[in-house]
């Protein structure tokens, strides 16, 4: 169920649902340019011992795919589903189809100025919000990926970014989102944030953490629910997925009077990812 959330918030329209019940998925894919030339559609069964004993059934559908072609990838999605027996491998493998889709957009058409689509941000303000949406920059980006190397980096305060926020029948929510190589870093961040009045007067204040340690080749990683019932496990589960790390992904919900329901799982993830994608 978490996973199926995650890639729902993920793929957005061009995920469906074709039987809830039976777990029929079908993911529309297409190269990331601006005018798909080609787009395949993956459609799913996932079986009862999906993902622990047994692979999703697949199908792959598109007019241009047969022959060789089709045996290719079929060929390295079976072999993408034994790399990792056990684990949930559809966000691998609708990237993998994705990727051979890029590859065969730019050997066919080899023009440099075709560019990628940028992401749908949602234009929701929100009335309740005071916070300003800051754009990430690009050297903020690399500070993603730097790993502390002197114990004084511990106790610096990494910098903090504010998404968008999306409002939704009088409930707002809103991700931040700072690089972290510590825990002391995490509690430092977090110490910040709810030094804000408007955060710390938030309902529920849902956050995950991945740091890769180097040495270990290992994770390190927590989340928190804050009185919503398993929201950071899927936050950090859709953090997973995405295989980001050294990020502490915070998604503070404003409560309006209204009971949403799931939704309200779908815009946490919603927010995390348009935060964590840019």
Not at 19 to 27: A, F, R
Request: charged share 25%; glycine share 4%.
């Amino acid at each position: 169920i978490d996973e199926i959330e995650a890639l729902s918030s993920i793929y957005g329209e061009d995920w469906c649902v074709v039987d809830e019940d039976e777990k029929i998925y079908c993911i529309k894919i297409s190269d990331y340019l601006d005018q798909p030339k080609w787009t395949l559609c993956l459609q799913v069964i996932l079986p009862p011992g999906y993902p622990t004993a047994e692979p999703p059934i697949y199908q792959l559908n598109a007019p241009w795919l047969r022959g060789q072609e089709y045996t290719e990838l079929a060929n390295s999605l079976e072999e993408i589903y034994v790399q990792n027996l056990g684990e949930s491998i559809l966000y691998l493998w609708v990237e993998k189809i994705r990727e051979v889709l890029v590859e065969k957009a730019q050997s066919s058409d080899p023009e440099p100025d075709i560019k990628k689509t940028s992401e749908e941000v949602d234009e929701d303000d929100g009335e309740h919000f005071l916070l300003e949406y800051e754009p990430i920059q690009e050297d903020s980006i690399k500070t993603l990926n730097y790993i502390a190397s002197e114990s004084q980096e511990d106790e610096e305060l990494p910098p903090i970014h504010h998404g968008n926020p999306i409002t939704d029948r009088r409930s707002t929510f809103q991700a931040h989102l700072a690089p972290v190589v510590t825990t002391r870093q995490v509690k430092r961040v977090l110490e910040k944030l709810y030094e804000n009045k408007k955060i710390a007067s938030a309902t529920h204040n849902i956050y995950a953490y991945r740091i890769y340690c180097e040495d270990k080749q290992t994770f390190l990683q927590d989340c928190e629910d804050d009185g919503e019932t398993a929201a950071g496990g899927r936050l950090l589960h859709l953090m997973q997925i995405l295989n980001v790390h050294n990020v502490l992904v915070v998604v503070s919900r404003w409560y309006g009077g209204i009971l949403l329901g799931p939704d309200r799982f779908k815009h946490i993830n919603n927010c995390a990812r348009n935060i964590l994608v840019e």
